[in-house]
């Protein structure tokens, strides 16, 4: 038993968490979300039903660092039908159908035309594929290969009834103050779709780690950020530089509802507390992986970047790209395990408890 569960008034049950984890999940698994737009807004909102969280918006246009924010995203409906006036792909089906981030398109065309613009994982073919346009203005469907394979010669109406204008970027976050303005940082991304490993098990883990937390005496003060990957940390960076010497060790949180085995990616620092106090617990946990920093992945390597460096870690089960169900429609509510999702949250939780214990 760690001295934090220790310190709760009530014991920690994991059991108990992990369901209460996984329930957050089905709720927040069928909201289309991206980078920007209402469904990142929803998804903030719910997040902030369960624990105290501030919500900021940055313009579209604005520049942080050498960055700008994006124009806004939302969609409202999108289809495939073919000749006969049958939907042969419907967003409302899955929101992973529609390349994400596509412009506005209502148009007529054959199938040959249309091909180029048609997504799929023919290794995997009955798997949707989950791809994005952030950046280039551009429009495609995701389908899975047996969906492609049915398809017929003829000719196709082809809609996607989305936006693309000026707006805003939202990000949450929830401060958990302690006795000290040395700050631990945890950053989770909210901005995938439909994705219940990557991202959404380390959404709900956050939300119960600041439920777990704010029940304990605490030294240090734990920051807690809910942003889209790499823009959102960005963004928030640029417009947190003066706060950033009081942060002390960091974490990001993905990938953390998968049976697989848990895997530790070292700050750029290599030796950081944080790392330390990982590798500690993680040893005591069982049969692990560490990996060295390097600029992929999440947004540790913004956190990690020259002229930010700070001292954050990664917590992953089975990392980004390392089970075959990343970034597909299999990557659902039977990936994540409920006891998974309680074993990540001990395991966070004595993570934290080894930093506040070390007053040396």
Not at 192 to 219: E, F, I, T
């Amino acid at each position: 038993t760690s001295v934090t569960q220790a310190k709760s008034p009530k014991p920690l049950d994991p059991v108990k968490s992990g369901a209460e984890m996984y329930g957050l999940i089905q709720e927040l698994y069928p909201l289309c979300r991206s980078i920007t737009g209402d469904g990142l807004r929803a998804t903030l909102r719910r997040i902030g039903a369960c624990i105290p969280l501030t919500l900021h918006e940055v313009p579209s246009g604005t520049r942080v660092f050498d960055w700008v924010v994006p124009k806004e995203w939302n969609i409202r409906d999108a289809w495939i039908k073919n000749d006969r006036g049958e939907k042969v792909i419907d967003f409302r089906r899955s929101n992973l159908h529609v390349l994400n981030y596509s412009v506005p398109v209502r148009a007529k065309m054959t199938l040959a035309e249309l091909r180029p613009r048609l997504f799929t994982l023919p290794e995997r073919p009955d798997w949707i594929p989950y791809r994005t346009s952030y950046y280039e203005e551009t429009w495609g469907f995701c389908l899975s290969q047996r969906q492609l394979d049915a398809l017929a010669d003829g000719n196709y109406e082809v809609v996607i009834d989305s936006t693309l204008a000026d707006g805003h970027l939202t990000y949450g976050e929830c401060l958990l103050r302690g006795t000290t303005r040395d700050e631990v940082l945890i950053f989770t991304h909210v901005c995938h779709p439909s994705l219940c490993n990557d991202n959404l098990s380390g959404v709900a883990l956050a939300v119960a780690l600041v439920q777990s937390l704010a029940k304990l005496p605490r030294r240090y003060s734990y920051r807690f950020v809910f942003a889209p990957a790499t823009i959102g940390s960005i963004a928030w960076l640029s417009r947190n530089e003066n706060r950033l010497s009081h942060i002390k060790h960091g974490l990001v949180l993905a990938c953390l509802g998968d049976p697989g085995k848990f895997t530790y990616k070292k700050s750029r620092h290599g030796d950081a507390e944080i790392d330390r106090a990982a590798q500690h617990v993680l040893r005591h946990a069982g049969e692990h992986t560490i990996l060295e920093f390097s600029p992929w992945g999440y947004d540790e390597r913004q956190f990690g970047s020259p002229g930010i460096n700070l001292p954050m870690g990664r917590l992953t089960r089975s990392p980004n790209g390392g089970y075959p169900e990343y970034h597909t429609s299999a990557d659902n509510l039977e990936l994540v395990r409920p006891e998974a999702l309680g074993d990540s949250l001990v395991r966070c939780l004595q993570i934290f408890d080894v930093l506040e214990g070390n007053v040396c």
